[in-house]
């Protein structure tokens, strides 16, 4: 594959948004495509609209930021530079979305340049090192000047090439997102078997009907101030889990266990805290993004983990605690943060035991599959990573290698 080597700047426009988050009068509602939507995904759809948060813009703004199909999106300055430039694809034509504020806009010359090739070409190691070495700022800010967009060097194959390299992506993509979508729906099936058995209370009973509505005596507990199963009582999240601070792991040398921070995994490291079941629960940052973790794993000092006391029980405090709204209890004066002694108070309901075992291994397949949705989602990841510097250096041909896949 011949490739020739261009700046950004001679093969498409960069802008940089300028419009905030703010509703102000006598400006146009809109809806913003914000930075973590950029972040997190490698295309923006036209099925996303709904997730977009609600803002205004002036005339200006909407007609010069309005992300139309071909454009390439990315986020323009963070905290760190690991998050600065990653790019999204812009796959459909929006009405009145506009591109947020720490976030740029390619607009490719499209007898040049294809915007699904360049958001591959974008997500490569190549370009996140150009990114890297020549963000400015330190401390709080990291940033990408029009400069460095502008020069940002670009190698291109023909265009024909580009549109099949990029098609290619979009189909690994597709498959990505599709895979996210059945864990969503998996995810909400299993809070929903939750919700049946210990909110609603109509868990199977000896008979197998649903016990509430099969006329199950229930009694007023004092403490939780609602009707429970008679028989069942209330406890402390210590009853069933002990909290354990999560370490530093910069000094790790990359290996096979997953790192977990308030966000999600961070980075795979060799060595491990914990192996098994448990609930992770943010010490400090992000309060209320609550884990259920089963496997060998690290985390790091800014969460807890825990070790569960009764068995057949982590699935159960996942769900039952997830919901709760942490950041009443914040302990921080600056950055919220959380102490285990009060983790440990929360008052929450304590079922039948047998019954914890019956849930356990009712919803333990559901966890397994989204499991394997997961490990799947990993690997088509890394082949799409891993695929672009093949294709460039010719270890795959376009023609023969990926004609079979």
Not at 15 to 32: H, R
Not at 91 to 106: M, S
Not at 312 to 319: D, I, L
Not at 347 to 362: G, M, N, T, W
Request: hydrophobic share 35%; charged share 25%; glycine share 6%.
């Amino acid at each position: 594959m011949k490739l020739i080597r261009y700046k950004l700047s001679d093969v498409a426009k960069v802008e940089i948004s300028s419009v905030d988050k703010k509703t102000k009068e006598n400006e146009t509602p809109v809806k913003l495509c914000n930075f973590t939507d950029v972040y997190h995904n490698w295309a923006i759809t036209r099925e996303m609209t709904s997730s977009f948060m609600e803002a205004s813009a002036n005339t200006k703004e909407i007609k010069k930021f309005t992300i139309k199909k071909g454009q390439v999106a990315f986020t323009k300055d963070s905290e760190t530079r690991d998050d600065i430039g990653i790019p999204t694809y812009i796959a459909d034509n929006f009405d009145n979305v506009l591109l947020g504020y720490h976030c740029a806009l390619i607009t490719p010359d499209e007898t040049k340049l294809c915007g699904k090739y360049l958001n591959a070409f974008m997500h490569s190691a190549y370009i996140q090192r150009y990114f890297e070495l020549n963000a400015t700022g330190s401390g709080m800010r990291y940033t990408l000047s029009i400069d460095t967009l502008e020069n940002m060097p670009l190698l291109l194959p023909s265009l024909e090439e580009q549109k099949r390299i990029g098609e290619i992506f979009s189909a690994l993509d597709k498959k990505i997102a599709l895979n996210r979508a059945i864990n969503q729906n998996l995810e909400a099936l299993a809070k929903q078997l939750y919700d049946y058995w210990f909110v609603q209370f109509d868990f199977p009973n000896e008979k197998g009907k649903p016990y509430k509505s099969s006329g199950g005596a229930m009694v007023l507990n004092e403490k939780l101030k609602r009707e429970i199963p008679d028989g069942w009582n209330n406890c402390t999240l210590e009853h069933f889990l002990t909290i354990k601070n999560g370490r530093d792991h910069k000094h790790l040398a990359s290996g096979l266990y997953p790192v977990y921070g308030s966000g999600g995994e961070m980075r795979r490291v060799n060595e491990s805290l914990y192996t098994g079941e448990s609930v992770l629960m943010p010490r400090k940052g992000t309060l209320n993004n609550i884990m259920y973790v089963n496997e060998t794993f690290w985390t790091v000092d800014t969460m807890f983990y825990s070790e569960m006391k009764v068995p057949h029980c982590a699935k159960y405090v996942f769900f039952t605690i997830k919901d709760i709204d942490f950041t009443i209890w914040d302990s921080g004066t600056g950055v919220p943060s959380m102490t285990a002694s009060t983790l440990y108070s929360i008052s929450v309901l304590l079922p039948d035991i047998s019954l914890l075992q019956k849930f356990d291994e009712a919803i333990t397949p559901l966890f397994y599959k989204i499991k394997q949705v997961k490990n799947e989602c990993e690997e088509l990841t890394k082949q799409r990573d891993e695929l672009l510097p093949l294709l460039m250096n010719g270890q795959v041909s376009l023609n023969s290698d990926l004609s079979h896949g």
